[in-house]
């Protein structure tokens, strides 16, 4: 009897608690992007251009992680990671690529999986004919 007096106290305070729902919403104004010309037409973007084969590229300061000279668009996931495609240890004199660095290597010859998001330290590097983002680091 105390359990059932305790839970319509309960539910008694919840319909009680003076908050109140506000079921009138206002009105949202959308405009369609079908309705709208498109009047303002630019230039593409000039492509970006990247080191020769084989040419590696300065680092700008000390134990900076070596700039990738190629596009890096391949798919990394925990599983699979295409990088391994190229620079792996058993692929990467065949392919004239370079080796990924020993630390990042088990004893079995796979990859360390705390090393899988190779994009997370080595980004590509390309001569951009504009300003991506603004910059003022310097080295010195």
Same mark, same amino acid.
């Given at each position: 009897?105390?359990?059932? *007096? ?10 009680? #608690? ?7 919403? /206002? ?8 309705? #709208? ?15 020769? $084969?084989?040419? #590696?590229?300065? $680092? ?6 070596? *700039? ?25 004199? $065949? ?10 290597? *088990? ?26 983002? /603004? ?6």
């Amino acid at each position: 009897m105390k359990k059932v *007096l305790t839970l319509v106290a309960l539910m008694a305070l919840g319909a009680c #608690s003076g908050q109140q729902a506000n079921n009138t919403a /206002e009105p949202v104004n959308v405009s369609s992007l079908g309705k #709208s010309e498109i009047t303002d037409v630019r230039a593409a973007d000039a492509m970006p251009t990247y080191p020769k $084969r084989g040419a #590696s590229i300065e $680092r700008g300061f000390v134990h900076q992680p070596p *700039l990738i000279p190629h596009k890096a668009d391949y798919s990394i996931t925990i599983k699979k990671n295409g990088c391994m495609t190229c620079h792996s240890p058993a692929k990467a004199k $065949r392919m004239k690529a370079t080796m990924i660095h020993s630390s990042h290597i *088990l004893a079995d010859n796979k990859l360390n999986n705390e090393y899988f998001n190779c994009t997370q330290c080595h980004v590509p590097q390309a001569e951009n004919k504009q300003k991506l983002v /603004e910059n003022n680091f310097s080295n010195q």
